[in-house]
C-alpha cells in the first residue's frame, strides 16, 4: 500500500480491518462477500474520514483495544461490534475536541509555572508535552488555587474526570522526575 492512501480514511479502514482478523483471538473473518467488504468499508472508513487524519492512529488503537477488552470479558466480536465501538470512539474524540475548541483564549501558558532551580530538571518543557486541557487543569489547581468543580465546570467536565487528569499529570511529572 503506498504512503498516500495509508492516510486516506478507507486505507485506514483497510488497515484496520486487516489488523482485525490478523488478531486470531477474536476470530474475526474478512468478509468473502465483496459486496459485504465493501459496506464495511465505507461504514469504517465514513468515522476515520468524520475524526480526520490526525486522529486516524487513535481511532484504529482504540478500537482493536475495545474489541479485545469485550473478548476478554466474555462478548463475541463480531463485525457490528467493531461498528458500534468506532462509533462510540469516534463520539469520544469529537467531543474531546469540542471540548478542547470551546476552551477559552486565557492566557495559560507554561511560562506560568515556577521554574525549577535544578538545571537537571526542567519542569518547563514538561509541562510543554501537555495537552492545553490537561496545562489549563494543572495551572487553574496548583497555581491559581481553583477547585476542581470550577476547573470542571469551565472546561465541561465532571469532577472526577479533572480528578483522573490531575492524577494522570502527577503521574507523568513523577515518572519523568525520577
Avoid at 469516534?90 to 474531546?96: A, D, G, L, S, V
Avoid at 530538571?121 to 508535552?129: A, V
Avoid at 496548583?142 to 469532577?159: F, H, N, R
Amino acid at each position: 500500500m503506498s504512503a498516500n492512501k495509508e492516510y486516506t480514511a478507507r486505507g485506514h479502514s483497510g488497515l484496520l480491518i486487516k489488523h482485525l482478523t490478523e488478531t486470531l483471538t477474536l476470530g474475526l473473518v474478512v468478509p468473502a462477500d465483496k459486496e459485504e467488504y465493501a459496506k464495511l468499508e465505507r461504514s469504517l472508513s465514513a468515522h476515520f474520514a468524520r475524526v480526520g487524519r490526525s486522529n486516524f492512529d487513535d481511532l484504529s488503537s482504540w478500537v482493536l483495544l475495545e474489541c479485545l477488552e469485550k473478548y476478554r470479558g466474555g462478548t463475541k466480536v463480531d463485525w457490528a461490534e467493531v461498528l458500534r465501538a468506532a462509533d462510540r470512539i469516534r463520539h469520544r474524540i469529537t467531543r474531546q475536541h469540542a471540548r478542547e475548541r470551546a476552551l477559552p483564549n486565557a492566557n495559560v501558558t507554561v511560562d506560568a509555572a515556577a521554574p525549577s532551580p535544578s538545571t537537571a530538571i526542567d519542569l518547563k518543557s514538561l509541562l510543554k508535552k501537555l495537552p492545553r486541557t490537561d496545562l489549563i487543569i494543572f495551572h487553574g489547581f496548583y497555581l491559581e488555587g481553583k477547585k476542581a468543580a470550577d476547573i470542571g465546570e469551565q472546561l465541561g467536565m465532571s469532577q472526577a474526570q479533572v480528578y483522573r487528569r490531575l492524577s494522570d499529570v502527577r503521574n507523568m511529572l513523577v515518572h519523568q522526575l525520577r
